[in-house]
C-alpha cells in the first residue's frame, strides 16, 4: 500500500523546518531495542521475513536479541518503513501496540498497571514516559472537564510518523485495558493528522473516540473514567516499580556532560555527525563551556566524535553485510582508501581483516 495514504508529509499540523536544536534531537533520539524486537517477531507472525525488514535498518535478529542498546531514530525509521512496505499495512503501529505485553515497556508497564486507578496510571505515564522513547514530552492535567494526558513530538519522524502516533496511542490505550480489564467510556484521543482511508482500524478501541486533524497527540478522560480502579492496583509493587524509574530518571539526568555529549554522538545518523556547536546547543551551553566543561571530564570534543566512528565502524563491519564502500560513506568518507587507512590506524587491521575475523566476508 502506498505511503502516500499517510499523507503526513504535508501535514499542516506538522511543521517540518525545525530549529537546530530540535533537529538535532531528531538525530539523537534513542529508542528501546525490545520494541524492534516485537515488531520481528510480530512480522514472522504475519508470515512475513522479519529478518529481512530487519536487514532494511543495518540490523540482525542475534545482536537484536542480545544487544540492549538503544536505537538511534534514523535505525528505527529505516525499520518502520520497511516493515510497513513488507506487510501493506499503514496502520501497523496500532498491531504492533496491541502485541506489546505490559513488560515491554520495563518498569514504566508495572508502575502503570499497578497504580490506584486511571488518573493515577496516566500520571506515572507523563512523568516516565521519555525513559522509553524519548521522540515525545508528556503532560498530565487535571481539568474541571476531567483530565487530559498531552503529547509533544521533540523529533521529526518523517513518513513514519503516523506509526509512531499509532503506536504511542495505542500502547497508551493498551495499559489502561490491562489495568482496568477494559476501555471505559468517556476516553477521547486527540490524533494530530488528517483522517486516514483505513480509519476502521481504531474501531478495535470503541468505546474511544477519536478526533483527527488535532494539533497535538493527547487523551482526555472524563471524571468517571479518571477514577475507575485499577484491577492489579498494589501499594507496595508500585512503589517498587516507580523507585526503579527514579532510579533510571536520576542517572539520566546525572549523566556527565562527557558521556551526555558521547551519547548524542553516538545515537547520530553516520555520516551526519553533529558539529561542536550543535552538541552544544543540544545540551544548553555555549561552545567554548562545553569545551571546559569537557576538558573538566578529561576529554575533548575530537575524542568522543573518533571514538562514536570508531564504535559506528566496528559494528557495522561485524553486523551488516554493506560493502566496504558503503561503509566508509556511512561514515562520511569519499575515498575508500582514506577509509581503510584510518581504520588500519585505529585497529591495526583493515577493513577486510576485521570482517573475515568476525566470520563475513565483503
Not at 531514530?73 to 496500532?94: E, F
Not at 505485553?101 to 505515564?125: C, E, F, K, Q, Y
Not at 513530538?153 to 477494559?182: K, P, S, Y
Not at 559494528?315 to 561514515?331: R, Y
Request: aromatic fraction near 6%.
Amino acid at each position: 500500500m502506498p505511503m502516500a495514504l499517510y499523507g503526513w508529509s504535508n501535514n499542516p499540523f506538522f511543521d517540518h523546518t525545525m530549529p537546530a536544536e530540535t533537529a538535532l534531537l531528531q538525530s539523537t533520539t534513542l529508542t528501546a531495542p525490545i520494541y524492534a524486537r516485537q515488531l520481528r517477531m510480530l512480522l514472522q507472525q504475519g508470515a512475513v521475513d522479519g529478518d529481512r525488514v530487519l536487514a532494511a535498518a543495518q540490523l540482525d535478529w542475534a545482536t537484536l536479541l542480545t544487544d540492549d542498546s538503544r536505537l538511534p531514530q534514523d535505525t528505527v525509521t529505516r525499520l518502520v518503513m520497511a516493515a510497513m512496505a513488507a506487510t501493506g499495512k499503514p496502520w501497523l503501529g496500532l498491531d504492533l501496540a496491541a502485541s506489546l505485553p505490559v513488560t515491554a515497556h520495563g518498569p514504566l508497564g508495572i508502575a502503570a498497571v499497578t497504580a490506584r486507578d486511571i488518573g493515577s496510571l496516566l500520571a506515572v505515564l507523563a512523568r516516565y514516559g521519555s525513559l522509553r522513547n524519548e521522540a515525545f514530552s508528556w503532560e498530565w492535567r487535571v481539568t474541571p472537564q476531567g483530565a487530559v494526558l498531552g503529547a509533544t513530538e521533540q523529533a521529526d519522524w518523517g513518513d513514519a510518523r503516523g506509526f509512531v502516533l499509532d503506536l504511542m496511542a495505542g500502547a497508551v490505550l493498551h495499559l489502561i485495558g490491562a489495568a482496568t480489564g477494559q476501555l471505559p467510556a468517556g476516553l477521547r484521543v486527540d490524533m494530530p493528522m488528517a483522517r486516514p482511508p483505513w480509519a476502521a482500524q481504531y474501531g478495535r478501541y470503541q468505546p474511544v473516540e477519536f478526533r483527527f486533524g488535532q494539533p497535538a497527540l493527547a487523551l482526555h478522560v472524563a471524571p468517571d473514567a479518571r477514577a475507575l480502579p485499577c484491577l492489579g492496583a498494589d501499594r507496595h509493587a508500585h512503589a517498587m516499580a516507580c523507585g526503579e524509574c527514579d532510579d533510571a530518571l536520576a542517572e539520566q539526568a546525572g549523566r556527565s556532560i562527557a558521556q551526555r555529549v558521547a551519547a548524542l554522538l553516538a545515537a547520530a545518523p553516520a555520516g551526519r555527525y553533529p558539529q561542536l556547536v550543535e552538541v552544544a546547543a543540544a545540551v544548553s551551553l555555549t561552545p567554548r563551556t562545553l569545551m571546559r566543561r569537557l576538558r573538566a571530564d578529561g576529554v575533548t570534543f575530537q575524542q568522543l566524535l573518533d571514538t562514536a566512528r570508531q564504535s559506528r565502524t566496528l559494528w557495522l563491519l561485524q553486523h551488516t553485510h554493506c560493502s566496504v564502500e558503503d561503509i566508509a560513506a556511512q561514515l562520511g568518507y569519499a575515498d575508500t582508501s582514506n577509509f581503510s587507512r584510518t581504520v588500519r590506524r585505529w585497529f591495526g587491521a583493515t577493513p577486510l581483516v576485521l570482517r573475515q575475523r568476525d566470520g563475513r566476508d565483503g
